[in-house]
């Protein structure tokens, strides 16, 4: 359909969430020397600026980023990606600028946390976005940039030569069909290369779909599988986003306890009394 603009939605409480955790394991492989390969489904536009027309038509990231950006009690969980998004707006005096004017998408997560010895595949179907991206990436070593199918092109590049690799898979979920054929492609992924890490994010929409995936995962080979959920609002019946999860394969041991620190932080920043989180190993190591 191509009709989907994650302009919109920039720095929304999805993306905290998201973002937070891509962050997170972005900086546990660079513990380690040697290289990884970062694989990005459905990268968008890269970077997003937040005083164009889509960010202000909706305002989403007012009540996501923005209501965390310059807490001084932010949980140290979360200082990889506040830090980050704070480097990206200093002012032309090096100082943090009070107002928020870019937000990154997630290949702009991953070039803050990507070195000389990483490789970064990033895949993009829109033909406005890819332009957008290509433009991002334009000094970016080591960054091979595709306008065509994200889900065949994360199986086409596994295992990456290193053995290391984190696989972001971040569809816009235009088609019903998106959830079980990301799930289905983790799993083919899995069998591939049983040691990456891969984050599946999904919205919140209908339950049943959700569980769908659940059920998709639990029934296959892969292991160790941590899920994360924080939803704005009760599960309805009507139409809208009411929350926002991942499905987390071989996450970083200590993402557990770190996430821990951050969700109900999310809650008290970002949600009300309405709103709920849920923190489980869905599947076993």
Same mark, same amino acid.
């Given at each position: 359909?191509?009709?989907?603009?994650?302009?919109?939605?920039?720095?929304?409480?999805?993306?905290?969430?998201?973002?937070?955790?891509?962050?997170?394991?972005?900086?546990?492989?660079?513990? /380690?020397?040697?290289?990884?390969?970062?694989?990005?489904?459905?990268?968008?536009?890269?970077?997003?600026? +937040?005083? $164009?027309?889509?960010?202000?038509?909706?305002?989403?990231?007012?009540?996501?980023?923005? /209501?965390?950006?310059?807490?001084?009690?932010?949980?140290?969980?979360?200082?990889?990606?506040?830090?980050?998004?704070?480097?990206?707006?200093?002012?032309?005096?090096?100082?943090?600028?009070?107002?928020?004017?870019?937000?990154?998408?997630?290949?702009?997560?991953?070039?803050?946390?990507?070195?000389?010895?990483?490789?970064?595949? +990033?895949?993009?179907?829109?033909?406005?976005?890819?332009?957008?991206?290509?433009?991002?990436?334009?000094?970016?070593?080591?960054?091979?940039?595709?306008?065509?199918?994200?889900?065949?092109?994360? +199986?086409?590049?596994?295992?990456?030569? &290193?053995?290391?690799?984190?696989?972001?898979? @971040?569809?816009?979920?235009?088609? /019903? $069909?998106?959830?079980?054929?990301?799930?289905?492609?983790?799993?083919?992924?899995?069998?591939?290369?049983?040691?990456?890490?891969?984050?599946?994010?999904?919205?919140?929409? /209908?339950?049943?779909?959700?569980?769908?995936?659940?059920?998709?995962?639990?029934?296959?080979?892969?292991?160790?599988?941590?899920?994360?959920?924080?939803?704005?609002?009760?599960?309805? @019946?009507?139409?809208?986003?009411?929350?926002?999860?991942?499905?987390?394969?071989?996450?970083?041991?200590?993402?557990?306890?770190?996430?821990?620190?951050?969700?109900?932080?999310?809650?008290?920043?970002?949600? &009300?009394?309405?709103?709920?989180?849920?923190?489980?190993?869905?599947?076993? $190591?």
């Amino acid at each position: 359909m191509l009709s989907y603009r994650h302009a919109f939605h920039a720095g929304n409480f999805a993306d905290v969430l998201k973002h937070s955790v891509l962050s997170l394991v972005l900086d546990y492989m660079t513990r /380690k020397e040697k290289g990884f390969c970062y694989i990005d489904s459905h990268s968008g536009a890269g970077m997003y600026q +937040l005083a $164009e027309e889509y960010a202000q038509k909706t305002g989403e990231y007012k009540d996501g980023i923005a /209501k965390i950006i310059n807490d001084d009690h932010a949980p140290e969980a979360l200082a990889p990606y506040l830090s980050l998004i704070n480097r990206l707006n200093l002012s032309p005096d090096s100082e943090a600028s009070s107002e928020l004017k870019v937000y990154p998408g997630s290949p702009g997560i991953a070039k803050a946390f990507v070195r000389r010895q990483d490789s970064s595949h +990033l895949f993009e179907l829109h033909p406005t976005d890819i332009k957008h991206l290509e433009d991002f990436c334009q000094r970016w070593r080591k960054v091979f940039v595709k306008q065509s199918d994200g889900y065949k092109g994360v +199986l086409g590049l596994l295992p990456p030569p &290193s053995r290391r690799g984190v696989v972001l898979i @971040d569809p816009p979920y235009e088609l /019903k $069909e998106d959830y079980q054929k990301a799930v289905k492609t983790i799993i083919k992924a899995y069998a591939k290369f049983s040691t990456g890490t891969y984050i599946l994010w999904y919205p919140v929409v /209908k339950r049943e779909l959700v569980e769908e995936m659940q059920q998709a995962f639990t029934a296959s080979a892969v292991k160790n599988v941590l899920q994360v959920e924080f939803c704005m609002t009760a599960d309805t @019946d009507e139409y809208g986003m009411t929350g926002t999860g991942l499905f987390i394969v071989n996450p970083p041991w200590q993402l557990t306890t770190q996430l821990e620190e951050i969700l109900p932080y999310m809650k008290t920043k970002l949600g &009300s009394n309405d709103s709920h989180y849920s923190l489980k190993q869905l599947i076993a $190591e």
